[in-house]
């Protein structure tokens, strides 16, 4: 048997899935979405896709040539479909800022809307090693404000969106992390301080931060070996070597946070994972049991230079993105209860076939979710079949329903039954399902 790749997955109807594991019913996964949908139209958001696959220059450009994602965890391979004989290298997305800002340039956006707001939702690609909540395979929401405006509170409006969002999600025990990684400047300034205070006990540090050290010393902060954390502990906030200018945004950020009533937590140590955070950055976690180790649910900040970096025009930008097979894990199950067919429509009898299969458009066309199995059955065996598929109402035709023009409407939740005009059936099915 052919199984799926490591650390991938199928995601199921639940009625399909054989191993009752609630963080892959692919209803859940919709119901996420379909509320993200809901809070992206509140907030003028427009859903943009772009391919799966990029150029890879896109993303060591993008995200960074010395991240984790760029060094360790993309999946690129050479077109052998190339013009030329070795072929272009492409790269299964790994994230998608990058590639909206891709799309924002190559559209030339900023000529149609002083402010672009974008949503996604999609399918990312990392190699990393899986665990619980951790997939090579995942999916994301997430969203882009793009434009010439980079006033703090279009950081905060960001955040807002989502902790509103996991909020009505159900998703309890929510913590946001916040902190500033300042401009330019201020970044060239903390990195000297880094190298400053890290570089005569650069023997204590692990093999990769010893590598940053040297290549790029911020993403030190990101590191989880533990040997490394006592020696970050000895650096100081990055907020004390910030500009006045860097420091008034993220007091705004703060401030307009503090207005709309959202807690949060100021972080010091974190920097985020990407290269083309400017300003602010935040984090979403989740205290909840059911996810373990893997809380993080949420991120994103501010990244003012990406496009510029990519070949565009000077344009201020905001982003987040959540991971939503984290959501999901984390979600109370009773927060998105399964969807279930409305109708059964059971017909006994050869001569009750078509006028069954009528009554079936009927109600599909009036939007009631219909089931209909074609083969003979007994009506024992059709009431089984109707209470396994989780019905709630069942529509009884038979021979002698049929010469009486007095059709059966059962309800299968309460175990009671109704004869209603044939004529009728529908409308009072309607009125009793609300």
């Not at 996964?29 to 890879?56: H, K, M, N, S």
């Not at 993309?74 to 479909?81: F, L, Q």
């Not at 501010?302 to 025009?313: F, I, K």
Request: net charge neutral.
């Amino acid at each position: 048997m052919i199984r799926t790749a490591p650390y991938t997955r199928d995601l199921l109807p639940a009625a399909l899935s054989n191993d009752r594991d609630a963080s892959a019913f692919i209803h859940r996964f919709q119901f996420v979405e379909d509320l993200a949908r809901e809070w992206f139209r509140r907030y003028g958001f427009q859903e943009i896709r772009t391919p799966i696959f990029e150029r890879t220059e896109l993303f060591v450009r993008g995200v960074g040539s010395e991240t984790d994602i760029v060094t360790k965890e993309m999946y690129t391979w050479r077109d052998r479909a190339g013009e030329d004989g070795e072929g272009e290298s492409l790269t299964l997305r790994p994230e998608s800022t990058a590639p909206v800002a891709r799309a924002y340039i190559q559209h030339q956006m900023w000529q149609r809307a002083e402010t672009v707001r974008l949503y996604y939702i999609g399918p990312q690609f990392r190699r990393e090693r899986g665990q619980r909540g951790r997939f090579r395979q995942f999916f994301q929401i997430g969203a882009e404000v793009l434009g010439s405006s980079d006033h703090p509170a279009l950081d905060a409006e960001g955040i807002e969106l989502v902790m509103g969002l996991l909020t009505e999600a159900g998703i309890p025990k929510l913590e946001l992390r916040l902190n500033t990684v300042g401009n330019a400047a201020g970044r060239a300034r903390f990195v000297a301080v880094i190298r400053e205070t890290l570089a005569p006990r650069a023997h204590e540090l692990s093999e990769d931060s010893r590598r940053r050290l040297e290549t790029n010393p911020l993403r030190i902060l990101d590191s989880k070996a533990e040997q490394d954390q006592p020696l970050i502990a000895t650096l100081p906030p990055i907020y004390d070597v910030l500009d006045e200018a860097c420091r008034a945004h993220f007091d705004a950020v703060r401030r307009y946070l503090d207005r709309a009533g959202i807690p949060y937590v100021v972080d010091a140590r974190l920097v985020r994972g990407l290269d083309y955070y400017t300003q602010t950055v935040f984090e979403v976690v989740s205290q909840a049991p059911a996810i373990g180790a893997q809380n993080a649910l949420a991120g994103g900040g501010r990244y003012d230079g990406l496009v510029e970096t990519l070949g565009g025009p000077p344009t201020k930008g905001f982003g987040f993105a959540l991971g939503l097979d984290r959501v999901v894990l984390a979600m109370p199950e009773e927060q998105a209860p399964e969807p279930r067919p409305e109708l059964f429509v059971i017909y006994l009898g050869e001569s009750a076939l078509e006028p069954a299969l009528e009554a079936v458009r009927q109600a599909r066309r009036a939007g009631v979710a219909t089931l209909f199995d074609p083969s003979p059955r007994s009506l024992k065996s059709a009431l089984r079949l109707a209470n396994k598929c989780g019905a709630r109402f069942a529509l009884l035709l038979g021979e002698a329903e049929l010469a009486s023009g007095q059709w059966v409407v059962r309800d299968l939740m309460r175990a009671e039954q109704t004869t209603v005009p044939a004529e009728g059936w529908l409308q009072y099915l309607l009125a009793k399902r609300g």
